[in-house]
């Protein structure tokens, strides 16, 4: 029986490349990801761990929205390291990115810290974490 091991990769969408592509990354240089592949249309970043892509939309599809609650992409939640992160990632999400938060860092659940915000085309990301023992 095969078993999974971890996720390689997530590719993402999105309708214009060059307003992304400034998104993600300086949102992956705060979070600690390099730049790992520059295919044009297609560009990808890691951790050493988890790689994560975003791809031109095709052109047929270029003036379709996404909507967030149809089939498909619902979130991707990014396991920072401390709870102190959360908060931090806020602060640059507010201060520095200029992203919109959909909820601030806080206790969404118990024991789980997290903030939720939007990239540019309004897909729903997320920093999280665990409570700290």
């Known amino acids: 029986m095969s078993r999974v091991v971890g996720i390689d990769h997530l590719v993402l969408r999105v309708s ?3 307003r992304s592509r400034a998104f ?12 790992h592949a520059d295919y044009g249309r297609m560009v ?25 609650g149809a089939a498909g992409f619902h979130h991707y939640a990014f396991e920072l390291a401390t709870q102190s992160d959360v908060y931090e990632l806020d602060r640059f999400l507010r201060h520095d990115l200029g992203g919109e ?12 810290h997290a903030v939720f915000f939007l990239d540019p085309d309004g897909m729903k990301l997320e920093g ?3 409570q700290d023992h």
């Open 24 to 35: 993600y990354g300086r949102l992956f240089d705060f979070l600690g990801f390099e730049l």
């Open 16 to 18: 214009d490349m060059d």
């Open 128 to 130: 999280m974490k665990y």
């Open 101 to 112: 938060i959909v909820d601030g860092a806080a206790e969404h659940y118990p024991n789980y």
């Open 44 to 68: 990808g970043w890691w951790n050493r761990r988890t790689r994560f892509y975003i791809a031109e939309v095709d052109k047929a599809c270029r003036d379709e929205p996404y909507r967030w």
